[in-house]
């Protein structure tokens, strides 16, 4: 089952911040984001592990709540260039057969005005 | 730039008709993934492979199929087309096939199945 994000769309203004949630029904091993513009490849932000290890950009910042299995990415001080769909994609605790199978959500749309 | 290639760019076929996908990995990474973008589906994983062997399998529809070859490129073959095959199709690669690793994704390949 595919994690769930909210909100489905943002418009902020330059400058503004933001915020984009990702929960998930199963136990999670990783949170990964990405940044993915039309027509182009997502492009990796940030990863979060279980027991608290972070790996991405150093202007984004994100949490992963490892007991609600929730995650959220913070965007402060938005750009034009942040504009673009952020996806979740998420890594099963479960191992097994599971792997790297990354379960994308459905995409948060996000808009920045000058 | 990720670092993944793949070939074609574009690809344009009739319905019934056989394709192949082609990815490099970045250099050093022996992992790489398969995903489909569509509108309808959104961005779902179809199958992982790690240093030749087949590692994780998603919703991989039995037309299709995958192999990673000793030079550690993947191609995915795509056959029996039906327009709703028609979709981006990404590789990614990653450095090994643990739960944690980052998924590098490349540009991608356009299908349209006429």
């Known amino acids: 089952q595919q994690p769930v994000q909210s909100p489905q769309a943002v418009i902020l203004r330059e400058g503004e911040d933001a915020v984009i949630n990702c929960s998930s029904s199963k136990a999670l091993y990783s949170v990964h984001w990405y940044r993915q513009k039309h027509g182009e490849a997502p492009v990796f932000l940030m990863i979060?592990?279980?027991?608290?290890e972070q790996k991405g950009h150093e202007k984004i910042s994100a949490s992963f709540n490892e007991k609600k299995q929730q995650s959220s990415l913070y965007l402060t001080a938005s750009q034009l260039s942040y504009s673009g769909t952020y996806f979740c994609?998420?890594?099963?605790?479960?191992?097994?057969?599971?792997?790297?199978?990354?379960?994308f959500g459905q995409g948060t749309i996000l808009t920045v005005h000058p | 730039d990720s670092g993944v290639t793949q070939t074609p760019k574009h690809l344009i076929t009739a319905t019934g008709q056989r394709v192949t996908l082609r990815c490099s990995p970045r250099?050093?990474?022996?992992?790489v993934y398969w995903y489909q973008q569509s509108l309808d589906q959104g961005l779902q994983f179809l199958i992982q492979y790690y240093n030749g062997e087949e590692r994780a399998k998603g919703n991989i529809l039995e037309r299709f199929s995958a192999q990673q070859f000793p030079d550690l490129h993947s191609e995915l073959n795509l056959s029996s087309l039906e327009l709703g095959d028609s979709a981006l199709y990404f590789c990614?690669?990653?450095?090994?096939?643990?739960?944690?690793?980052?998924?590098?994704f490349g540009p991608g390949t356009r299908l349209l199945v006429l």
């Open positions: 994609g998420t890594v099963s605790s479960a191992g097994g057969t599971s792997y790297g199978k990354l379960t």
């Open positions: 990614a690669s990653s450095g090994s096939a643990g739960l944690g690793e980052t998924q590098y």
């Open positions: 250099s050093g990474d022996l992992s």
């Open positions: 979060l592990l279980k027991g608290g």
